[in-house]
């Protein structure tokens, strides 16, 4: 079982629709998820950091955790093509150092 | 602020050379990790630097090291490249590390021939 799973999709949706992406985890002690960003040929860039079972919202992105059931998810509202990336769920596992394990990523496309 | 710089941006190696690249965290980061991107493996964790000590080390060969300096800027060094190392090297830096956000550099992209 890898630490961090996430569907490598591609997930497509038409413009202005919700884009779900979804991701597990396996180590019960992890405190920090995070989701990024990352355009072909760029680095990962941070859309969304949560800490606390339920959801958080920022703009049109809403990221969700359940630590119970491993899992963390993102919603992105309106979707637009230049939403169009890979999206990295990314998990500070239980030892207290610079540890992010990444998940293989999701590849979104929004269609026009 | 400015974000998180690293040189050089690309590099072209051939097997059996050695490399060493660059990252100067956010000013005011303490804890910069270094991370490898392939398109087989994703992102992989190489190792985590805070206060010039080594907090954590991932699953890389001895090939891969590092070292962290008083001010905070960090190098990586890999020796008797193979071609297998060629990859997108990236660093990231967060406050104190820990379960910290971590703000990702430009990256480092290595060819080995």
């Known amino acids: 079982q890898k630490e961090v799973e996430q569907n490598s999709g591609p997930l497509s949706v038409p413009e202005g629709a919700i884009a779900s992406l979804n991701c597990t985890y396996s180590?019960?002690?992890?405190?920090?998820f995070f989701w990024y960003r990352q355009y072909s040929g760029k680095s990962p860039e941070l859309i969304m950091s949560?800490?606390?079972?339920g959801d958080k919202e920022d703009g049109r992105f809403t990221a969700q955790l359940n630590k119970a059931s491993q899992y963390v998810s993102l919603l992105i509202r309106d979707s637009q093509p230049s939403d169009s990336a890979t999206y990295l769920c990314?998990?500070?596992?239980?030892?207290?150092?610079?540890?992010?394990?990444f998940g293989q990523g999701t590849t979104l496309q929004v269609k026009p | 602020k400015a974000g998180v710089t690293q040189t050089p941006r690309y590099l072209i190696k051939t097997r059996g050379q050695q490399v060493t690249l660059s990252c100067s965290p956010i000013?005011?980061?303490?804890?910069v990790s270094w991370y490898q991107q392939t398109p087989g493996q994703g992102l992989q964790f190489l190792f985590e630097?805070?206060?010039?000590?080594?907090?954590n080390k991932g699953n890389f060969p001895g090939r891969f090291s590092g070292r962290q300096f008083s001010n905070s800027r960090s190098e990586m060094n890999v020796s008797t490249l193979e071609l297998g190392d060629s990859a997108l090297y990236l660093c990231?830096?967060?406050?104190?590390?820990?379960?910290?956000?971590?703000?990702f550099g430009p990256g480092t992209r290595l060819l080995v021939l």
């Open positions: 990231a830096s967060s406050g104190a590390g820990g379960r910290e956000t971590q703000y």
């Open positions: 180590d019960r002690g992890s405190q920090s």
């Open positions: 949560i800490y606390s079972n």
């Open positions: 990314a998990v500070a596992g239980s030892s207290n150092t610079g540890k992010l394990i």
């Open positions: 000013s005011g980061h303490r804890s």
């Open positions: 630097y805070f206060s010039e000590t080594q907090r």
